[in-house]
């Protein structure tokens, strides 16, 4: 079955559409050609019919006789006739140009028909050539752009601007050059964070790594003093402890920003999960001298990956017990409404400069005013990511030397 969808293509609908114009004026031409022709035939036949009537009444010949012989049926026909056209020369191979009238004639159909049908044949040879001129400058254009989209060029785009089954395959490889072009920008970005990531790992590695490798070296060299051994070897634990902290830190933030960690989220209570983020704070707390407090509902629930929304708690309990004296005090608020549920966590530490605040979740950022805290600067941006992560937010105030509020949200 023909199917005529190819019809929706303006340009082929107009190509069409003179097309049957210009079939309308053949067939025209045709119709007045035949009754032209037909015409001259009838004055032809007349001339002829009058020459031979004048010629016999001029020898005599009745009337009566020289109608009889014009206005005989073709069954009067006989060999008598034909035998005397070929006595006076005249036979059916004889040429045209030695019959005057029917050369004549013929040279009139031929000027007629020159004169009609030529004009029309050069005018559908016109369009027909326009049309497929069109096309093919349209053809070209999308060759360069799709040459284009192959070079990894995405700025021109090909031509949408009517309908058709050729504007329509353009439109849907200019969807699939769209789409190329944001995997291209995914793994450039991708290239880009793996190389900043290992850039930022081999960057923090070498502080605890040269202070291993020195401590290692006293201890050599100090081998019969036990107080220098012990109080290297206590070092040499910390600054372990310390680059164990910060590849798991580094190792979370990169599979949450490659989007390789699936949330289960499930309803929580929020009392027990603000004491299980802190649970092994409490300790570190009480040795320093601060105070954590816990503020809220025992009822309240939430819904959320009970784990990494702990580990972002954690991190910002950690963060503000850095960052404060002794005496201090955190305080952990909790509240639900009907979207949203709002966690604080408050302290009353040296607060942040105004010049800092927008750089603080940045990784390993360390303002000059923390310059001596053992942060190393991935538990917020590693908080960020987690509340990111789970549809949330994450801000803070803060005023310097009174203290800062983060604000944790997470819908409901």
């Known amino acids: 079955m023909i199917s005529f969808r190819f019809m929706q293509d303006k340009a082929v609908r107009m190509y069409c559409m003179l097309l049957?114009?210009?079939?309308?004026?053949?067939?025209?031409?045709?119709?007045?050609?035949?009754?032209?022709?037909?015409?001259?035939?009838?004055?032809?036949?007349?001339?002829?019919?009058?020459?031979?009537?004048?010629?016999?009444?001029?020898?005599?010949?009745?009337?009566?006789?020289?109608?009889?012989?014009?206005?005989?049926?073709?069954?009067?026909?006989?060999?008598?006739?034909?035998?005397?056209?070929?006595?006076?020369?005249?036979?059916?191979?004889?040429?045209?140009?030695?019959?005057?009238?029917?050369?004549?004639?013929?040279?009139?159909?031929?000027?007629?028909?020159?004169?009609?049908f030529l004009p029309v044949c050069l005018l559908l040879a016109s369009v027909s050539l326009l049309f497929l001129s069109r096309r093919d400058r349209l053809y070209r254009r999308a060759l360069a752009v799709i040459d284009n989209y192959i070079g990894g060029c995405y700025t021109s785009h090909l031509p949408q601007n009517s309908e058709g089954t050729v504007y329509r395959m353009f439109s849907s490889i200019d969807r699939l050059a769209t789409m190329l072009q944001a995997q291209n920008e995914a793994q450039q970005r991708t290239k880009i964070f793996l190389k900043n990531t290992i850039s930022d790992i081999s960057h923090q590695l070498k502080t605890p790594l040269a202070a291993l490798s020195m401590y290692q070296e006293i201890m050599e060299n100090e081998y019969d003093a036990p107080a220098v051994i012990q109080n290297f070897a206590a070092k040499t634990g910390?600054?372990?402890?310390?680059?164990?902290?910060?590849?798991?830190?580094?190792?979370?933030i990169t599979r949450l920003d490659a989007g390789n960690v699936v949330f289960e989220k499930k309803q929580c209570n929020l009392s027990k999960l603000v004491s299980h983020a802190v649970s092994e704070l409490t300790t570190r707390a009480d040795n320093e001298g601060k105070t954590i407090l816990l503020e809220g509902s025992d009822t309240d629930t939430l819904l959320c990956d009970a784990a990494w929304t702990s580990e972002a708690i954690s991190n910002l309990v950690k963060n503000a017990l850095d960052h404060m004296d002794t005496q201090g005090t955190v305080r952990i608020a909790w509240e639900v409404s009907a979207f949203a549920g709002i966690i604080r966590v408050s302290d009353n530490g040296s607060g942040i400069a105004p010049g800092d605040i927008h750089h603080i979740f940045k990784r390993f950022y360390r303002s000059s005013q923390a310059s001596d805290t053992p942060s190393i600067g991935l538990g917020l941006p590693l908080a960020k990511s987690i509340v990111e992560g789970q549809g949330g937010s994450i801000t803070l105030q803060s005023t310097l030397d009174v203290g800062t509020t983060f604000t944790l949200m997470l819908p409901s």
């Open 238 to 252: 910390l600054a372990l402890k310390r680059m164990e902290q910060l590849i798991q830190s580094m190792l979370k």
């Open 20 to 116: 049957i114009l210009l079939s309308l004026l053949l067939l025209t031409g045709a119709l007045f050609f035949c009754f032209y022709m037909t015409g001259n035939a009838k004055t032809m036949l007349l001339t002829h019919d009058e020459t031979i009537a004048s010629s016999l009444a001029s020898q005599g010949i009745s009337d009566a006789v020289i109608a009889r012989a014009l206005t005989a049926p073709d069954a009067a026909r006989n060999g008598k006739g034909v035998l005397l056209l070929l006595k006076t020369g005249i036979r059916p191979s004889l040429e045209t140009q030695l019959l005057p009238s029917l050369h004549h004639f013929q040279k009139r159909a031929i000027c007629t028909a020159l004169a009609i």
